[in-house]
């Protein structure tokens, strides 16, 4: 059974910097493309960032392109979303989720939806931005 853990959210000025960290344990990480999604007080979940097993291939939303940063440390078995230049409509709630995504996929992201093929999820992690 795969785990996925979410850790790092706080609050933070406009303008600041945080970083999120995800582990997923029950299975083998390689194995695993991985992505944060948020959702906002009154909107729906929206794709944030994701990686691809290898980490060779990334997708990002256009809001966040510039200012987060998607990664994974694989000895550590855990993957980043360092996130810059925090504006308050980056405030939701944070999750991680991981799936097992083939690279014929990963490789051509664009052509797929944020969600597709993540189909295990964390309980989130809050990340609110004041002005």
């Known amino acids: 059974q795969v785990q996925v853990v979410e850790s790092g959210g706080g609050s933070v000025q406009a303008g600041g910097s945080l970083r999120l960290a995800c582990t997923i344990s029950?299975?083998?990480?390689?194995?695993?493309?991985m992505g944060w999604f948020r959702q906002a007080p009154g909107k729906e979940r929206e794709g944030v960032a994701c990686?691809?097993?290898?980490?060779?291939?990334?997708k990002y939303a256009d809001s966040v392109k510039g200012r987060f940063t998607i990664s994974r440390e694989k000895p550590k078995n855990m993957m980043y979303l360092q996130m810059d230049s925090l504006e308050p409509e980056d405030t939701a709630m944070y999750y991680c989720?991981?799936?097992?995504?083939?690279?014929?996929?990963?490789?051509?992201?664009?052509?797929?939806?944020?969600?597709?093929?993540?189909?295990?999820w964390g309980k989130g992690t809050l990340v609110t931005v004041s002005t």
């Open positions: 989720a991981a799936g097992r995504i083939p690279a014929v996929i990963t490789n051509n992201w664009e052509r797929y939806d944020f969600e597709y093929g993540m189909n295990n």
């Open positions: 990686i691809s097993w290898s980490g060779g291939s990334t």
């Open positions: 029950g299975v083998k990480f390689d194995d695993y493309a």
